[in-house]
């Protein structure tokens, strides 16, 4: 029989090797928080663009997009079996800007041509500009959703908060925990105008402070970085790496009977670290998470470190991501949130 004191001994030692190990696994992501969240937001050069202006694309009448698959996805009255925080009393039910008639068209190539071959800046040079439209937006009411967070082997949790304010602003965050440790915290802040959610910064924290930034200068036209010295030009529409998860159902929730298999919706996405480029999601369809119908949208990579984006989105509140899922185009486990169910 072990005595007592040798018992108290052996399990007061493997408390402190499980705190050592525990320790050592918050340090490691406490440390990679933001590389381990946004593998492939790495520091980057200049983003070259070429713009012009052109007259908008004249509009399709709505009923030659509808199809069956969008009566599925048509929002319905709300569930019982899910509950959204409410918004402040200030906050409007609903805040709709009208429809903008215009489009900017914007070249993107990954370098500039002396950095590249000579058949590739020619081919560079050639490419055809990307259209950068503004969309009329419905967003949602403030709330805030959790979600498990995934990456690998590695699972916690998350929240997602957006709250407007009745002044035209809003603060949005996205906060995640693995074992007890803030592996996520983004903030973005700034205000809403006719092209919807208008960012003025976009930071990564760790320690409560700001550890990257992006800073869109609406006054001066550009978005400037806490790190690179490189500007962009601020255009009208443009998000940060994480206002676009409810820009984007703001888009379809304005006009979901256009988003049917094949139709677009095309962002200009800057990151905190000087990474900037258009994300164009294609809608794949209807599909049914759990038992929940979802509308599913795919970007895909557009050179080699980048990121491939799905999005499901839930047309029964307001088109709210019910799963997003990141993957590096380089390589790399992808990062998932999946929202959970409110208990009933």
Same mark, same amino acid.
């Given at each position: +029989? ?29 440390a990679?928080?933001?590389?381990? #969240?946004?593998?492939?937001?790495r ?36 569930r ?17 800007s ?15 041509p002396?950095l ?10 050639a ?24 990456r690998?082997?590695?699972s916690g ?5 957006? +709250? ?32 919807? #959610?208008?960012p003025?910064r976009?930071? #990564? ?20 970085f ?17 206002s676009w ?7 379809v ?13 095309v ?28 509308l599913?949208? #795919? ?46």
């Open positions: +029989m072990v005595p007592l004191s040798v018992s108290r001994r052996r399990a007061g030692a493997l408390a402190l090797v499980a705190a050592g190990v525990l320790g050592a696994h918050g340090w490691l992501l406490f990679l928080g933001p590389a381990w #969240i946004d593998p492939d937001d520091p980057a050069g200049p983003l070259r663009l070429s713009v012009r202006s052109v007259a908008a694309a004249p509009r399709v009448a709505a009923a030659t997009l509808l199809a069956p698959e969008c009566s599925a996805l048509a929002p319905k009255p709300a019982t079996r899910r509950s959204v925080s409410p918004a402040a009393p200030a906050t409007p039910p609903e805040l709709p009208p429809p903008v008639e215009r489009s900017l068209p914007v070249a993107v190539a990954p370098a500039s002396e590249l071959a000579p058949a590739a800046a020619e081919a560079a040079a490419a055809p500009a990307i259209e950068l439209p503004v969309y009329a937006t419905r967003l949602p009411r403030g709330g805030s959703w959790r979600y498990r967070l995934q690998g082997s590695a949790e998350a929240q997602l908060s957006w +709250m407007p304010g009745a002044d035209g602003r809003y603060e949005m965050r996205l906060e995640g925990r693995i074992a007890g440790v803030s592996v996520l915290d983004w903030v973005s802040h700034g205000a809403i105008d006719g092209a919807g #959610i208008a003025e976009f930071v #990564i924290r760790r320690r409560g402070r700001d550890n990257q930034a992006a800073n869109f200068q609406r006054e001066a036209g550009k978005i400037t806490s790190g690179p010295t490189h500007e962009l030009p601020l255009r009208p529409g443009a998000q940060d790496r994480l998860m409810i820009q984007l159902p703001a888009i929730a304005a006009a979901p009977e256009r988003f049917v298999s094949g139709a677009t919706a962002l200009f996405v800057a990151g905190a670290r000087g990474h900037a480029d258009v994300w164009t999601f294609v809608v794949q369809g209807a599909e049914v998470l759990g038992d929940t119908p979802a599913k949208l #795919i970007r895909e990579p557009r050179k080699l470190y980048d990121t491939r984006a799905e999005v499901w989105l839930d047309p029964a509140e307001h088109y709210l991501p019910l799963r997003a899922l990141q993957t590096p185009a380089g390589g790399g486990p992808a990062l998932e949130l999946v929202r959970e169910r409110e208990p009933r």
